[in-house]
């Protein structure tokens, strides 16, 4: 079975205290006939367009996980199947840290990609920098129809284990 995590936090899938202890509820418990995760994001606009920072004031969550985007980045590059993030619309600061712990990163050729928070100065807050570094590494697997990215999107293969061609329709 492919289980489907939902980010859903209208309008953009903002990553906040919900999303944190979705991610760490499903990946806690995952039953043993789950053969892989897909990250989603709820809606048609954004896969999640960045964190919630609001809801990490404390720096702990309740209970006795940590808080933040960090640890749950850790927790999906930890789980026993492998993660997919099924990118579309907006996928910005906090929502890419949480595509970037995932094995595999799948984005439909008009998604947007990045960390904004740098025009204002800051690292981004969750590791994803270091996240970056790691994945430009990764081995890159183009889909086999020879579609090709827009000019000047090319960065986008740093972070993409696949993309979607703008022909073909997303199911969001």
Not at 64 to 76: E, F, K, M, W
Not at 118 to 143: C, D, S, T
Request: hydrophobic share 50%; net charge negative; glycine share 16%.
């Amino acid at each position: 079975m492919i289980q489907t995590v939902w980010l859903d936090n209208p309008p953009l899938n903002a990553v906040d205290a919900g999303i944190i202890d979705t991610l760490w509820s499903t990946l806690e418990n995952l039953g043993s006939d789950v053969h892989a995760v897909v990250l989603r994001g709820r809606g048609e606009r954004a896969f999640s367009a960045g964190a919630d920072i609001s809801g990490f004031v404390g720096g702990m969550a309740e209970g006795d996980r940590p808080g933040g985007i960090q640890p749950v980045a850790d927790l999906i590059e930890a789980a026993p199947v492998p993660v997919v993030a099924a990118i579309h619309g907006f996928c910005l600061g906090g929502g890419l840290e949480l595509a970037l712990g995932c094995d595999v990163r799948i984005a439909h050729a008009g998604a947007q990609l990045g960390f904004p928070e740098v025009n204002l100065g800051l690292l981004p807050g969750g590791g994803g920098y270091a996240e970056v570094v790691a994945v430009e590494r990764a081995q890159v697997v183009p889909l086999p129809d020879g579609a090709s990215f827009a000019e000047g999107a090319g960065f986008l293969l740093t972070f993409l284990t696949a993309y979607i061609p703008l022909t073909r329709q997303a199911r969001v």
